[in-house]
């Protein structure tokens, strides 16, 4: 009788421990399940203003495209950033205190890649104009050469 108490006192223990640890594992995996929750909302909402912003600035993109075809604008002298900034979120898109430094990191890259976009216009606004010399040189130099050939025409100027 008295070995049985002993074991069953000895087991009741190991129980109690074993609820113990239990109930620890299960807290942390609580708080486990809860921080990678709030991670994933943050996560999410990143990506959608990030996806959001690129949007934007596609549609900046091709209206600056459409402008430099048409001729529209000057090559020097207006600034560009009056539609090549991105805008800021909208307000409570997000959960306040989540992610304030990965934010200003990202709007940091993102000035820094407008700015990138602007030189990379204007290089290649030098460049469109260097190509448009070069053709018209080269249209003057085929219709020279185009009237010298047929005879009775007058060159073109």
Known sequence: QHEYNRQRE??????EALKQNIGKDIEM???DHSRLMRESVSLTEEMNHLRREAKQLKRRHKAVDLEANQGIGTLAGTPMSDGIMPTPPKAGGRSAGSGQSGRQLKSNQSTSSVGQAQREIEMQRSTIMTLEDSLRRLQVDLGVMATANTPGQASMP
């Open 29 to 31: 995996f609580m708080n």
């Open 10 to 15: 000895h087991l009741e223990r190991n129980v």
